[in-house]
């Protein structure tokens, strides 16, 4: 029997309200990814991707050349209960004797108030291939450690209904021996790009690791593919940019598309930053397509950011405004807090090209 709720016993009343219906039919997808049946699971998202480049795509490891550090937070439908908290600490820097970059990558991730927790560890390689004075490819490979834990003491069922109390009985189902499970987790990405312009395309669980707590080999993983395409577009004089040291002179406006499928799940991410130093703001559309054999479109949230860079600092604020079914009212939409330092680091006796693209 499928768990239905995950939700403390003091929420359930003599009468469901709405609340709790719309957390039921959220976390019934949730909870999917744990049950013996067929079933696909899905990896938590930043709104703010490129302030998590390395959770973007592993060829962006090192891409800075300086060390860089960041930190991101999520809050995701906290009218629900506490449904979904992601955060994550991520470091990197290129490696001279390495021809390349380095990453690291520590990911948290909870949901249904933690009946599910997921926590990874990610290393990460990339190479750097000139290819022009001002065209490069970078490539990275990604191991990484995954251990997700499941509460079980959170999970309700349906033989613990009384139609009239709400949950009062004790469930028949067994509990299983290990509420815990690790595996290993392999991803690979590219990236190229120009002074302007850039994309990428990464693959992630290139060998869909089976998640099942009860029957094993009855939840793999699946397969995530991410392509993202963008460009850096200076607005006015041209010459103040072909002068400047840095890209905090002049104003810039940045369009970019995010699209990642996994599993039946598409999304398409469109939007565009403008950028005039120390400030920038961005506005998205992310919206979800096909599913159950359908190519139909559906727009889940609007995203709003403002940002502030400033020496060796950053930091982000985004706002996700859901328009989905699921109604803002009843999520309080979704924040999202990012947190950056880009260190100095001693000038390069030969030419680094480093990727133009915004940090938010």
Known sequence: MKPILALPYKSVKTNINMRSLSLTAALIVLM???????AQA??????????????????FAGSARCPRIGINYRNQWPALNKTYITSS???DQHIDNLSGGL????????????TINTTSISGMYSYQLNISRDFSIRMGMQATLMQKKLDWDKLYFGDQIDPRY??????????????????????????????KVYGGVAVNHLTQPDEAFIVEGSSALPMKITAHFG???????????RYAASRS???????NVLYQQQGSANQLNLGVYVLKSPMIGGLWMRSNFGGAGTASW????????????????????SYDVTISKLTNNATAGSHEISLGIQFECRPKKKRFRTISCPSF
């Open 249 to 255: 002179e002049g104003t810039y406006v940045s369009p």
């Open 42 to 59: 899905q990896d938590p998202q930043f709104s703010q991707f490129y302030a998590a480049p390395l959770y973007l795509n592993p060829a």
């Open 89 to 91: 600490v991520s470091y």
């Open 32 to 38: 999917a990814s744990v049950l013996p049946e067929k």
């Open 231 to 241: 460009a850096m577009l200076p607005v006015g004089d041209t010459r103040v940019y």
């Open 298 to 317: 559906s727009g889940e949230s609007f995203i709003a950011l403002v940002g502030v860079q400033k020496g060796l600092f950053k930091f982000g604020y």
């Open 166 to 195: 709400g949950f009062v009985y004790n469930t028949q189902e067994n509990r299983p021996s290990d509420l815990s499970k690790s595996y290993p987790d392999f991803s690979a990405g590219i990236l190229a790009y120009s002074s």
């Open 103 to 114: 990453g690291l990558i520590i990911m948290n991730d909870k949901a249904g108030d933690g």
